[in-house]
């Protein structure tokens, strides 16, 4: 079982004071992330992001085994009201490792009954500021296209909802093998009101059991996997912005399939003098 509590968390719970707090909604922005030589500059353009969004927010950041040095530095120097916490999952048992991961932080909000709207934010994606704000506003679900590179980078796609106001009428397809998906959101392309996860009477929820992702399901198919548990239909969705009308987030891939993450500077002697103070 994937766990994640208090005991495996850091916590930063200091919130910038506005008269207006109590009006607007709970972001709870889930971000898992692991050690490689992009992570650093991922988290830290994110950070900047969030920190531009009004509060209340709450960044859940999660990692595997044990929390780094380096991603504790950056959260406590963010500006942003977090939580960081551990998955513990063996990774030699998992797939994906970043499905546990938003795991964790979904048990955690549902163990502390935490009050807002869900949004997972992976790291690598770019999200305009107006998205979090355009989150406020749903009541149940709701979803929004997403631009995409090609594998080959040679082109844009989008993929998300296509919506008449706030009502989803259909999809943007890419790929015949997505063809067999109930919902074709992507991971960045929707956000959940967290009572879902532990009030699901007033939801009318089918099953009582907890709303997790699976690891189980083919690659490219959690996203709509998990959505099939957290409503029945398009009729409990709201497309956001009006009519789906603007793209708010955007996943570039920029690494490099043979970059490295270096565990650490060596400078075993000191550098040569190259311009010397007059």
């Known amino acids: 079982m994937t766990e994640g509590n208090l005991d495996d968390a850091s916590t930063n719970q200091s919130v910038p004071q ?58 406590r120097r963010s500006g942003v009201m977090y939580r960081h916490l551990v998955c513990k999952k063996n990774l030699t048992d998992i797939k994906d490792r970043s499905v546990h991961q938003r795991n964790v932080a979904l048990s955690h909000i549902e163990t502390h009954h935490l009050d ?15 998205l979090f704000e355009q989150m406020r506003h749903i009541r149940q679900f709701g979803t929004w296209p997403v631009a995409k590179q090609t594998s080959d980078k040679s082109r844009a796609v989008l993929e998300g909802p296509v919506c008449n106001g706030t009502q989803v009428i259909g999809w943007h397809l890419n790929g015949l093998s997505k063809r ?82 270096p565990k650490k500077w060596s400078m075993k002697n000191n550098l040569d003098i190259i311009a010397p103070l007059a």
């Open 18 to 75: 506005d008269i207006d707090l109590e009006s607007r909604k709970l972001l709870i922005i889930v971000t898992p992330t692991y050690a490689r030589s992009f992570q650093a500059y991922y988290l830290n353009r994110l950070a900047y992001t969030l920190k531009l969004v009004q509060p209340p927010l709450l960044w859940i950041v999660v990692e595997m085994t044990l929390q780094s040095d380096e991603t504790a530095d950056i959260l």
């Open 180 to 261: 067999f998906q109930r919902f074709h959101a992507e991971m960045s392309g929707f956000a959940f009101n967290s009572t879902i996860l532990w009030d699901p009477k007033p939801w009318h929820r089918p099953t009582l059991e907890p709303i997790r992702q699976l690891d189980t399901v083919e690659d490219g198919f959690h996203a709509s996997s998990f959505i099939e548990r957290v409503v029945q239909d398009e009729s409990q969705m709201e497309g956001l912005p009006h009519d789906c009308s603007r793209v708010m987030v955007w996943e570039l891939n920029v690494e490099s399939s043979n970059s490295f993450y």
């Open 116 to 130: 807002g709207i869900v949004y997972f934010a992976d790291e690598h994606n770019i999200y305009s500021i107006d």
